[in-house]
């Protein structure tokens, strides 16, 4: 170990020290792997969600606060933040985390569940995003407000329109309020989950040739963990992106640097040796 490697260690630790964060969603998948991250950095975590079991369950066992919130609805997403600033008398970090997916087929979408799907994950950031900034600017600014998106906000989708379009939604809102709060010191950032190995890909990872397919299709071969946004976000939320605002961190085995199918080695080969005949030729 490198003189000094102790110390560096313990200094890399603990990078949220102190920090008053909600985390929205965080009663599962990645909502709560980002509260269990923060948690062990030192962050004071305020868990908010609509399941109310999951979330107590959750917050007891990281030993962290959990608060009933549906985030479309702006006095529950005030009576959050407020309830927060009064035990903790402040708030630093807000994760805009909380979010709904799944759709009826592109023809059979009504209005219903249009509203409701832009409602939770488009409004809901929103409101999560507006309601802290007034706080942290109340209270002399700076803070961070950290999004989720989907690499489905970077490109279409034929089955979840709706859903692709909310997520567009967050990374231009990110954009916005990056520009709007900047001067008070806010950073405003987003993650930007490739397929994560959360309930909300369960349906996909229920049929093994389908999980393989998938899987055959992102550079990385695999679906991520909610550790890997977790990590993403730990990073985006601390001093150590002091200079970063604005900006969508893809967090996604590589999925949006292509839109074709990843080549097995096998297919390789053999693309290898037709072009080798035909140079031959
Ligand atoms: N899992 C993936 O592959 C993936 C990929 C890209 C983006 N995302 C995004 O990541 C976020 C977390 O997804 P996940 O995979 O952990 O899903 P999840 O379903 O496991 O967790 C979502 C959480 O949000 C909560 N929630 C839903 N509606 C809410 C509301 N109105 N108010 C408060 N809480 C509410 C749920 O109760 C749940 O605890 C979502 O925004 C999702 O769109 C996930």
Not at 49 to 65: K, N, Q, S
Not at 148 to 158: D, F, K, R
Not at 240 to 256: P, R
Request: aromatic share 4%; net charge negative; glycine share 12%.
């Amino acid at each position: 170990m490198p003189e000094g490697g102790v110390c560096q260690d313990v200094a890399m630790s603990m990078r949220l020290e102190g920090r008053v964060a909600i985390v929205t969603g965080g009663a599962n998948g990645l909502g709560e792997a980002i509260s269990r991250k923060f948690a062990a950095e030192g962050a004071v975590v305020v868990i908010a969600d609509v399941d109310e079991a999951a979330m107590e369950h959750v917050a007891d066992e990281l030993g962290v606060e959990a608060q009933s919130c549906d985030v479309s609805d702006r006095e529950s997403v005030q009576a959050l933040v407020d309830g927060a600033v009064e035990r903790h008398r402040r708030l630093d970090i807000m994760v805009a985390n909380a979010g709904i997916a799944n759709s009826p087929s592109y023809l059979d979408i009504d209005d219903e569940f249009w509203s409701r799907m832009l409602d939770v994950n488009l409004t809901g950031v929103f409101l999560c995003n507006q309601i802290a900034a007034r706080h942290m600017v109340a209270r002399g600014g700076g803070g961070v407000l950290l999004n989720t998106s989907s690499i489905l906000g970077a490109e279409g989708h034929p089955q979840t329109p709706a859903y692709a379009a909310s997520k567009a939604g967050v990374i231009s809102l990110t954009r916005s309020g990056a520009m709007a709060l900047g001067q008070f010191g806010i950073r405003v950032n987003a993650v930007g989950p490739g397929y994560m190995k959360t309930r909300m890909t369960e349906g996909l990872r229920a049929v093994p040739e389908l999980e393989k397919g998938m899987a055959e299709m992102i550079p990385l071969n695999h679906f991520g963990e909610p550790g890997d946004i977790a990590d993403a976000a730990v990073f985006l939320a601390s001093d150590e992106a002091s200079y970063i605002t604005g900006h969508t961190l893809f967090v996604d085995g590589g999925w949006l640097t292509h839109h074709l199918p990843a080549r097995t080695e096998e297919q390789e080969d053999i693309r290898i040796r037709a072009q080798a005949e035909a140079e031959a030729r």
